[in-house]
Nanobody, 123 residues
């Protein structure tokens, strides 16, 4: 059973930075994707970024391009989301998710989800 544990959320001022971590466990095969998704109050869940374990290919939502960077440490089975120049509209619960196979930004394609970590951008 794949398990995901997110960490790194918190309160930050506009323009500040946070780094989220997603530690994955419970699997041995090395062909999977991990995505970050977020959901703000009253809004639908949206894909933020995702990364492939095999070739490291990455994808970003237009709203975070140039500000967020996703990276992986395969030895630790951990994926990071570095978030810079944070804006009020980045406030949401951030979830990481896992799927076997190719990387995709569609949340419905992911099979396992973490519990989420709150990110609040406020002055």
């Amino acid at each position: 059973q794949v398990q995901l544990v997110e960490s790194g959320g918190g309160l930050v001022q506009p323009g500040g930075s946070l780094r989220l971590s997603c530690a994955a466990s419970g699997f041995t095969l090395d062909y999977y994707a991990i995505g970050w998704f977020r959901q703000a109050p009253g809004k639908e869940r949206e894909g933020v970024s995702c990364i492939s374990s095999s070739d490291g290919s990455t994808y970003y939502a237009d709203s975070v391009k140039g500000r967020f960077t996703i990276s992986r440490d395969n030895a630790k089975n951990t994926v990071y989301l570095q978030m810079n120049s944070l804006k009020h509209e980045d406030t949401a619960v951030y979830y990481c998710a896992f799927r076997w196979g190719i990387v995709t930004m569609f949340g419905r394609e992911y099979d396992y989800w973490g519990q989420g970590t709150q990110v609040t951008v406020s002055s």
